[in-house]
Nanobody
Framework: DVQLQAFGGGLVHTGGSLRLSCVVS????????IGWFRQVPGKEREAVSC????????YFADTVKGRFTISRDDDRNIVHLQMRNLKPGDTAVYFC?????????????????WGQGTEVTVSS
């Protein structure tokens, strides 16, 4: 079975850091792209950062460039989203998603598998 398990959310103050992790199982890790998305109530889900393990491409939303980095652990099939200098506007539920044989994409429709969300709250 395909499983994407996202964890690492929590409550931090403005300027703090968190590292989210997406554990992937049931997929061929070097053939996928992973996207991190976030959503707040009443708004559409938006892409934060994406990494294609398949072709090495990456994507970062303008709002997180310079603050967030994305990395992979091939031994454990995990993709990390390191978030630094967090702002209240980063507060959301964060989801990871996967698709096969694609470049990094910010479109939610480009992903076939989704994990459960992990909540990030940044207090001012």
């Amino acid at each position: 079975d395909v499983q994407l398990q996202a964890f690492g959310g929590g409550l931090v103050h403005t300027g703090g850091s968190l590292r989210l992790s997406c554990v992937v199982s049931g997929l061929t890790f070097d053939a996928i792209a992973i996207g991190w998305f976030r959503q707040v109530p009443g708004k559409e889900r938006e892409a934060v950062s994406c990494l294609s393990i398949y072709d090495g491409s990456t994507y970062f939303a303008d709002t997180v460039k310079g603050r967030f980095t994305i990395s992979r652990d091939d031994d454990r099939n995990i993709v990390h989203l390191q978030m630094r200098n967090l702002k209240p506007g980063d507060t959301a539920v964060y989801f990871c998603a996967a698709t096969y044989w694609n470049s990094a994409s910010r479109a939610t429709s480009g992903y076939d598998y989704w994990g459960q969300g992990t909540e990030v709250t940044v207090s001012s």
